[in-house]
T-cell receptor
Framework: GENVEQHPSTLSVQEGDSAVIKCTYSDSASNYFPWYKQELGKRPQLIIDIRSNVGEKKDQRIAVTLNKTAKHFSLHITETQPEDSAVYFCAASKDRGSTLGRLYFGRGTQLTVWP | DTGVSQDPRHKITKRGQNVTFRCDPISEHNRLYWYRQTLGQGPEFLTYFQNEAQLEKSRLLSDRFSAERPKGSFSTLEIQRTEQGDSAMYLC????????????FGDGTRLSIL
């Protein structure tokens, strides 16, 4: 099955700096890559996603890049704010073959933004 | 549209007891997923439904676990003869259409086994 690895496990940045979280995946058939933000005690919230026919997607201060050849994708947060502090999860899934639709998650990155 | 709702939010029970959780998906979402999340880990897939049909079950879902979605709307997840290792957050998610549509999560049910 799919194996998603995520780095770093913790990340501390100063308010206003950028943060980058990286993930790799093992199944070349994976073609959908969402990112979730989970605050303590709350539900995972979808913040951005990218499909394999696109190399980059941006939504205000958040961007995701995908390198299909290398099988890795990254989350970029610019101008970080204290309210960005949370655990971020990357995930991967595919829409063909077995296990279609199920999300495989990384282990998460605890992002702390210091004022 | 109030999002995915799960009940109860917390469940504390003694080892060996049976527990049942409920998930109400976003209305008209035909796909419903169950995941389990333990501390410091990402959610792990348990099972999913397309309408009322259960299409896939993870190896994590032992024979003590059973899930239903009788009318293609809400779903229940039952754990029989609970064990310490069952302590976790049980998350439900729903989505429209086929695979690779955005999955929206509920707040989860936190299960604690005494």
């Amino acid at each position: 099955g799919e194996n998603v690895e995520q780095h770093p496990s913790t990340l501390s940045v100063q308010e206003g700096d950028s943060a980058v979280i990286k993930c790799t995946y093992s199944d070349s058939a994976s073609n959908y890559f969402p990112w979730y933000k989970q605050e303590l005690g709350k539900r995972p919230q979808l913040i951005i996603d990218i499909r394999s026919n696109v190399g980059e997607k941006k939504d205000q201060r958040i961007a995701v890049t995908l390198n299909k050849t290398a099988k890795h994708f990254s989350l970029h947060i610019t101008e970080t704010q204290p309210e960005d502090s949370a655990v971020y999860f990357c995930a991967a899934s595919k829409d063909r073959g077995s296990t279609l639709g199920r999300l495989y998650f990384g282990r998460g990155t605890q992002l702390t933004v210091w004022p | 549209d109030t999002g995915v709702s799960q009940d109860p939010r917390h469940k504390i029970t003694k080892r060996g007891q049976n527990v049942t959780f409920r998930c109400d998906p976003i209305s008209e979402h035909n796909r419903l997923y169950w995941y389990r999340q333990t501390l410091g880990q990402g959610p792990e897939f348990l099972t999913y439904f397309q309408n009322e049909a259960q299409l896939e079950k993870s190896r994590l879902l032992s024979d003590r676990f059973s899930a239903e979605r009788p009318k293609g709307s809400f779903s229940t997840l039952e754990i029989q003869r609970t064990e310490q290792g069952d302590s976790a957050m049980y998350l439900c998610a729903s989505s429209t259409g086929g695979a690779n549509q955005p999955q929206h999560f509920g707040d989860g049910t936190r299960l604690s086994i005494l």
